[in-house]
T-cell receptor, first 112, second 112 residues
């Protein structure tokens, strides 16, 4: 059964700093890994999807990488802004299924 | 483009009352549909998923049930709510080819 861990649970950085959020998973035979953003009281917004054949995906200031052999993914946010403050969740599929298992998220605060 | 609608956004119900949360998806056909619950301090828990009309799989035995009466409609129900049913309920759909998951805005249920 896939297990997903995100450390730290919370992170506070000054505006303009580049930062990395970490995600680890136990089953390396994944189909895909997806990063989401969740604002308080809202649903999840898909940020990036990395399929098993890919090593990274980029969208604007965001870059997500996938290393299946080590069971790790990172989300890199460049030049952070206060509007980036949110909880970021990582989710990975397990072997033989697209169904995603979620981590508990990292709550990011970007201080102006 | 595809959109997902979920309602009601907020619901306060007494213990023992029934529940019905509804979700519809537009702009796609035969989507995989999901109901998740997010409780405070815990990760997203998959409750039900459906790959087609009338096809429901339950991930966690509990006081809830799901139905899919139409291709793009997914309903979460309970005959008698418990205090432990309180939480944030999220409907989602996924792209068949990639498994990418998209969420609705969520329904906040408080059982008193």
């Amino acid at each position: 059964k896939q297990e997903v861990t995100q450390i730290p649970a919370a992170l506070s950085v000054p505006e303009g700093e580049n930062l990395v959020l970490n995600c680890s998973f136990t089953d390396s035979a994944i189909y895909n890994l997806q990063w989401f953003r969740q604002d308080p009281g809202k649903g999840l917004t898909s940020l990036l999807l990395i399929q098993s054949s890919q090593r990274e995906q980029t969208s604007g200031r965001l870059n997500a990488s996938l290393d299946k052999s080590s069971g790790r993914s990172t989300l890199y946010i460049a030049a952070s802004q206060p509007g980036d403050s949110a909880t970021y969740l990582c989710a990975a599929s397990g072997a033989g299924s697209y169904q995603l298992t979620f981590g508990k998220g990292t709550k990011l605060s970007v201080i102006p | 483009s595809q959109t997902i609608h979920q309602w009601p956004a907020t619901l306060v119900q007494p213990v023992g009352s029934p529940l019905s949360l509804e979700c519809t998806v537009e702009g796609t056909s035969n989507p995989n549909l999901y109901w998740y619950r997010q409780a405070a301090g815990r990760g997203l828990q998959l409750l039900f998923y459906s790959v087609g009309i009338g096809q429901i799989s339950s991930e966690v035995p509990q006081n809830l049930s799901a139905s899919r009466p139409q291709d793009r409609q997914f309903i979460l129900s309970s005959k008698k709510l418990l205090l432990s049913d309180s939480g944030f309920y999220l409907c989602a759909w996924s792209v068949h080819e990639t498994g990418e998951l998209f969420f609705g805005e969520g329904s906040r249920l408080t059982v008193l």
